[in-house]
């Protein structure tokens, strides 16, 4: 018997297989479909804090009464939150797996009473996509470091549900960054967030927006730093995304140290017949490897047990384009 169960973020989940948050998540009615089909947990779509400061701002410029401006912004915030929290309720109410919420922020004070409401609505944990591209040129590391930081300290000192952070793959030093958010409260990570792409038609000359859905091209990344990640921090949960397409990428992320996967472009392009295919297959390859559990491979070839952890690194690209003609 194959004992797909997994530990991540200290929530037991049936298999390692997470919807990850977009549009597929955003009503409970599909988040249904998704437990029925097997998924292991689901994380709802974000509610994105720009979402609503545009929203409001849009709804102010119509306003001839400049003095409704704070009563307008708390309107619309409160009506957002609301229907989010219903989502949250409905899924709950439906489901039995975990079902993460997610906020989508990049400023931790708007969100404190927000993270204490989706606690009340059931969720089971908070994911944490913190979004924020940093440009500004007076602007050093430290300080970005510090408002994520800041971030995931005020959420944990205001709810006790675990708190996952989210982020995306431009950082000098991720292992520092995993391991501070840890210190301060951080229960996992996701490793990794998928930045809007843009893109450029040179027949219109404008800016237009990329390909939203990622490739297996995108593993590579989300490999090294889960591998790296894992071999460095121990025993700390990492759900690996980006570029997870099929079954084959599930078993390299677990081999890697990841504790889950989430999945979004494939359950896109292929629709929720993909989970039960891979769960499937991930068996089938169990059996073959003489795996009777995930706990038996799970970090297998991470950075720390690995004979030569120098693969993960750049020496081996320098290596392997040196001996190309
Ligand atoms: C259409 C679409 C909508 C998304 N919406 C969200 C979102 O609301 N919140 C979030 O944290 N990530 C969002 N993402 C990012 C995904 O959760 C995921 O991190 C990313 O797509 C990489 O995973 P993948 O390679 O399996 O697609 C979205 C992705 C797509 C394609």
Redesign the pocket.
């Known amino acids: 018997m194959i004992d797909l169960t997994t530990q991540y973020a200290g929530l037991t989940l049936r298999n390692p297989i997470i919807i990850?948050?977009?549009?597929l998540t955003s009503s409970p009615e599909r988040n249904k479909e998704y437990e029925k089909a097997g998924a292991g947990a689901i994380?709802l779509?974000?509610l994105?804090e720009e979402q609503i400061e545009m929203q409001s701002s849009d709804l102010m410029k119509i306003s001839d009464y400049p003095e409704a401006t704070d009563y307008i912004r708390e309107y619309v915030k409160t009506n957002q939150i609301n229907n989010y929290l219903e989502v949250i309720k409905k899924t709950k109410a439906t489901c039995s797996i975990p079902i993460i919420a997610?906020i989508?922020c990049y400023k931790a004070d708007a969100w404190i009473n927000f993270a204490r409401q989706i606690e009340q609505a059931g969720a089971d944990a908070l994911?944490l996509?913190v979004f924020y591209m940093d440009t500004d040129l007076a602007h050093d590391y430290d300080s970005t470091r510090a408002m994520y930081v800041n971030i995931i300290r005020k959420v944990k000192e205001t709810i006790s549900i675990p708190v996952i952070m989210?982020i995306g793959k431009f950082f000098s030093n991720i292992p520092a960054l995993v391991h501070i958010l840890k210190i301060n409260g951080a229960d996992g990570i996701?490793l990794?967030?998928?930045f809007y792409r843009p893109d450029i038609d040179i027949n219109t000359v404008q800016l237009v927006s990329g390909n939203?859905?990622?490739s297996h091209a995108?593993l590579g990344d989300t490999l090294r730093w889960t591998a790296i990640v894992s071999g460095k921090i121990p025993g700390f949960s990492i759900s690996s995304?980006?570029?997870?397409?099929d079954w084959e990428d599930v078993i390299k992320c677990l081999l890697a140290g990841a504790s889950t996967v989430?999945?979004?472009?494939?359950v896109?392009t292929h629709g929720s017949e993909i989970i039960s295919q891979v769960l499937t297959c991930v068996e089938e390859w169990m059996t073959q490897a003489k795996y009777n559990s995930i706990s038996q491979f799970r970090g297998k070839l991470n950075y720390a047990n690995i004979n030569n952890p120098g693969m993960y690194e750049r020496s081996q690209f320098m290596k392997y384009f040196s001996n190309r003609d």
Do not use: L, P
């Not at 995304?241 to 397409?245: K, L, M, R, Y």
């Open positions: 990850g948050s977009s549009g994380v779509k974000s994105f997610s989508n994911e996509n989210k996701v990794f967030n998928r939203v859905f990622s995108d995304s980006t570029g997870v397409h989430q999945m979004c472009s494939a896109y």
